[in-house]
């Protein structure tokens, strides 16, 4: 950071959100950040301003094993393979609609062990079985942009807070579709032209959900 650069605003982890207000942030703890705008990035939990947009849990599940086959970066098939270092693989994932219990279970584990035995050509041991929990749109697409006015909803028309943004909903696809949506987002806060052509932003828009019933 040079010294010319702003200086960027204190960061809280772990804290909940209590209160969003026109022109500031409570917290939980009673901490208020003052904001022009706030963009909501929650997974499948949402927060007040994002509760009526359809998402759900989205349950996953990888192992860790161990193999000296070598392999490219990524290997796709029945499972995903991604050698981490040392001999170590990664092997996702599962799916699971509507389920948010992160503990592992045995039988996603002996489920991705059988898809790597035949991609890799050989028995393999699970060393390591991680969980996570994404979330998903109704429709499978992103939700990215203005946050709808929920309560002046009326006969079609929408109208938008323009102080605060969402994205959310990526599924399984964040890695790839993360840094071109928050280019979008960046955008709309600082009034520059959109990446992106109308249609996109049409099924991007978190009020798409209102006008399908």
């Known amino acids: 950071v040079g010294s010319d650069t702003p200086a960027i605003g204190p960061c809280r982890f772990g804290s909940s959100v209590q209160e969003i207000r026109p022109d500031s942030l409570v917290l939980g703890d009673g901490y208020v950040f003052d904001f022009d705008f706030v963009i909501i990035a929650t997974g499948h939990t949402p927060l007040a301003p994002t509760r009526p947009i359809p998402t759900m849990p989205v349950r996953g599940q990888s192992i860790a094993i161990e193999s000296s086959t070598a392999l490219g970066p990524v290997v796709g098939g029945p499972a995903s393979l991604i050698p981490v270092g040392g001999g170590r693989l990664l092997v996702g994932g599962t799916y699971a609609n509507e389920d948010d219990d992160m503990a592992p279970r045995e039988s996603d584990s002996k489920t991705l062990a059988a898809a790597a035995a035949r991609l890799l050509g050989h028995e393999v041991d699970v060393s390591a079985a991680f969980t996570g929990i994404r979330c998903a749109s109704r429709d499978r697409f992103p939700i990215a942009g203005r946050v709808p006015d929920w309560l002046a909803l009326d006969d079609g028309h929408i109208a938008y807070d323009a102080r605060t943004l969402v994205i959310t909903g990526l599924g ?38 209102t006008r399908r019933g």
Do not use: K, W
């Not at 696809?173 to 709309?188: D, K, N």
């Open 172 to 209: 399984s696809h964040g890695a790839t579709t993360s840094p071109l949506l928050g280019e979008y987002l960046a955008r709309l806060v600082t009034g520059e032209s959109a990446c992106l052509p109308p249609a996109v932003r049409a099924c991007l828009d978190p009020a798409r959900f």
